[in-house]
């Protein structure tokens, strides 16, 4: 039963460009979450979705950031524009309902000249 | 005050001990409580997940719950060199969505 899997595993981005990171989760489960950690701190948590819809987008940057998980495919996590300070390692994580544990994908660490 | 604190250490031990790591949180209804071990550069893997008051073991680890502290800590017995790691203390929020919230972790060594 194959784990959690994002890719790319690496991306390098300039300034500007734009960085997209997808994620397709554990099989028979339809709960998608994305966190966020910065160089030396912890895990943060940014968007909480369900097949088609976004459930909580709490931790989502206002500008620039935007997911979807559709019908159909992975879980897409987009960032336009992206600024150095996008760099960082971004997870995805799933789980087969809510509120049930979420197991994590070696995520993407996303570097931003 | 953070939603839930952890000491970064290092937390330094040596082979064969008991390693014991602590996690405090904020919000008196949370109610879903997970550690996770972060080796460097890689992610996050659940170690325990515990629910209610109490003792949880599972092999050389034993997660222990005080809903009435707000703290919940977890004890590896016989630590090894391999057990070095990040490890991370996670909350689920009763009154939000399912999202964690992350402590920054305790660095464990142990030691040879």
């Known amino acids: 039963n194959a784990g959690v899997m994002q890719n790319p595993r690496h991306l390098v981005r300039r300034r500007g460009q734009e960085a997209r990171l997808r994620c397709s989760p554990m099989k028979g489960h339809s709960h998608v979450y994305w966190y966020r950690q910065l160089p030396e701190e912890g895990l943060k948590f940014m968007v909480y979705?369900?097949?088609?819809?976004?459930?909580?987008e709490s931790g989502m940057p206002k500008e620039r950031f935007s997911a979807e998980f559709p019908k159909e495919g992975p879980s897409i996590l987009r960032i336009q524009q992206v600024v150095r300070g996008d760099s960082a390692a971004y997870f995805c994580?799933?789980?087969?309902?809510?509120?049930?544990?979420?197991?994590f994908g070696p995520g993407t660490r996303l570097l931003v000249l | 005050q953070k939603e839930v604190e952890q000491n970064s250490g290092p937390l330094s031990v040596p082979e064969g001990a008991i390693a014991s790591l602590n996690c405090t949180y904020s919000d008196r209804v949370s109610q879903s409580f997970f550690w996770y071990r972060q080796y460097s550069g890689k992610s996050p893997e659940l170690i325990m997940s515990?629910?209610?008051?109490g003792d949880k073991e599972d092999g050389r680890f034993t997660a222990q719950l005080n809903k009435a502290s707000q703290y919940v800590s977890l004890l590896i017995r016989d630590s090894q060199p391999s057990d070095s790691a990040t490890y991370l203390c996670a909350v689920n929020l009763q009154y939000n969505t399912d999202k964690l919230i992350f402590g920054t972790g305790t660095r464990l060594q142990v030691f040879p």
């Open positions: 979705l369900q097949k088609e819809n976004i459930i909580d």
């Open positions: 515990i629910y209610s008051n």
């Open positions: 994580a799933s789980s087969l309902s809510s509120r049930e544990t979420q197991y």
